[in-house]
């Protein structure tokens, strides 16, 4: 069972990017995926959350607006689409995965990560 985002790189300010997060080994529509990411120097923060009923959590009042979340069940992948990139969205991203029989966007119940893939915006 592995986990693997993929999509970062290097953006201006402004710009837009959208992250993926695939699965091997298990079928990521039946779970809840979340987002998280850590800039340098600072603890990792979780950024929106999928559930396997497809319901959207975000974890925090400011990401709503540029981060959007979506499935693809053909491909096994979640998507992260970050809009209108600020200098501030600079960090590596990471995907997780909770799959235990009582699911949340909890970060603690993440028993699955993906190794994550980094976001550098330049102003």
């Known amino acids: 069972v592995q986990l693997q985002a993929s999509g970062g790189g290097l953006v201006q300010a402004g710009g837009s990017l959208r992250l993926s997060c695939a699965g091997s080994?298990?079928?990521?529509?039946?779970?809840?995926i979340g987002w998280f990411r850590q800039a340098p120097g600072k603890e990792r923060e979780g950024v929106i959350c999928i559930s396997s009923r497809g319901r959207i959590t975000y974890y925090a009042d400011s990401m709503k607006g540029r981060f959007t979340i979506s499935r693809d069940s053909a491909q096994n992948t979640v998507y992260l689409q970050i809009d209108s990139l600020k200098p501030e969205d600079t960090a590596v991203y990471y995907c997780?995965?909770?799959?235990?029989?009582?699911?949340?966007?909890?970060?603690?119940?993440?028993?699955?990560w993906g190794k994550g893939t980094l976001v550098t915006v330049s102003s």
């Open positions: 080994g298990f079928t990521l529509y039946y779970y809840t």
């Open positions: 997780a995965a909770d799959t235990s029989v009582v699911p949340s966007c909890n970060s603690y119940g993440m028993n699955y």
